[in-house]
């Protein structure tokens, strides 16, 4: 056989065995996309987005889109070559499995956890958007989940309303772990709690509920960076009760991000005049009780799905600017957020047309 020949044989023979590499053999690596765009002001699967009853509501034009990501599967197994394409694409972007599935998390898992904070987050818009508008909230701590083989076990529930730890009152979660925290491994903490079927009843009957129970509780050790503190095996977060009636009908969607839009899109709901003047707005971010706005994932895969609809400006969480102005999709601007107070200031600017001094996100 000639050299040449035998050369050209090896080398086609090479490529199909690293093409067999690439197809075959998977890398420790996720994907992540463009998810879809859906108007807070607008329908999704034939029903508004935002439903608001008990209440005086007002017309709404333009848009206030949340945004969204997809990402592969915990299962998924990605392999060579569908890594490096993702490198290479300008609408993908390419993570560590672990960044989306830290310590082997599985999907259920992660989706529970996802349901999880979008529920919270929809709690978080309503409280921001009707403080916002001076309409008062009844709040108050809640045993928010239960620990299975904890010390809490069968003693505290789901839903129950911590008034109390150790006689002392309760204002906000952070208290409970605390006053827990404050106690050596092996001590006893005492829970003051309204039984979360008794607060059921008494917000159905529309009144307060007064029945009380003390629950004495042993804790556990937990270590914590080489030092064990006292536990109990539940985690405190905040109940509300509304003076109306406000309903998020959005499916298939998780996690926490979209509050910022959420919070808007009830503001806008509640108030006379367009918020958005007729423009598409985009934007993205956590929020809490306090209206708070803080950083999400994947902000440039939400910056390209929303251009890609049609924004024109992109209400963008503070800690997430620098991220996100590095490649902006043309034609969108990044505005910069800390507060719905900033968010609410620069729809201001944009339905007016004077955005000289809108505070624009800059790569650092």
């Not at 919270?120 to 909230?137: I, T």
């Not at 839009?261 to 005049?273: E, N, Q, S, V």
């Amino acid at each position: 056989m000639p050299r040449r020949t035998a050369t050209m044989l090896a080398s086609t023979l090479m490529l199909i065995a690293l093409l067999c590499v690439g197809v075959f053999i998977p890398v420790p690596y996720s994907e992540m996309s463009p998810g879809p765009t859906v108007n807070t002001l607008g329908e999704h699967d034939g029903e508004p987005v935002l439903q608001i009853d008990g209440r005086k509501t007002y017309p709404t034009d333009g848009h206030l889109n949340m945004t969204t990501v997809r990402v592969t599967s915990a299962d998924y197994r990605m392999n060579l070559f569908e890594a490096v394409y993702g490198w290479l694409a300008h609408d993908n972007k390419v993570v560590p499995h672990e960044t989306l599935y830290p310590d082997g998390k599985t999907e259920e898992q992660s989706t529970q956890e996802n349901a999880e904070e979008f529920s919270q987050s929809q709690e978080s818009a309503k409280v921001a958007a009707l403080k916002e508008l001076d309409v008062p909230v009844k709040s108050w701590v809640i045993v928010s989940t239960v620990v299975k083989g904890s010390p809490a076990e069968g003693k505290l529930h789901a839903g129950d309303v911590i008034k109390a730890v150790d006689g002392r009152a309760v204002r906000e979660p952070d208290d409970v772990a605390e006053r827990v925290t404050g106690h050596k491994p092996g001590e006893d903490v005492v829970f003051t709690v309204v039984p979360a079927k008794e607060q059921a009843a008494a917000e159905k009957e529309n009144r307060t509920a007064t029945r009380t129970e003390k629950v004495t509780i042993t804790t556990t050790a937990f270590e914590d960076d080489g030092e064990k503190r006292a536990i109990v095996g539940i985690s405190a977060g905040t109940d509300h009760t509304f003076p109306f009636t406000i309903d998020i009908k959005l499916a298939d969607v998780g996690g926490p991000s979209a509050g910022l839009m959420f919070a808007l899109g009830i503001y806008d709901k509640l108030t006379p005049g367009s918020l958005t003047g007729g423009t598409f707005v985009a934007g993205t971010g956590t929020i809490d009780d306090d209206g708070k706005v803080g950083p999400i994932g994947g902000i440039e895969m939400k910056t390209v799905g929303a251009r890609g609809k049609g924004a024109q400006y992109f209400l963008t969480p503070a800690d997430n600017c620098a991220s996100a102005a590095k490649d902006t999709p043309e034609g969108l601007t990044l505005v910069k957020v800390d507060t719905i107070d900033d968010a609410l200031d620069a729809l201001k600017d944009i339905r007016s047309g004077d955005t000289s001094d809108l505070p624009t996100c800059t790569a650092s």
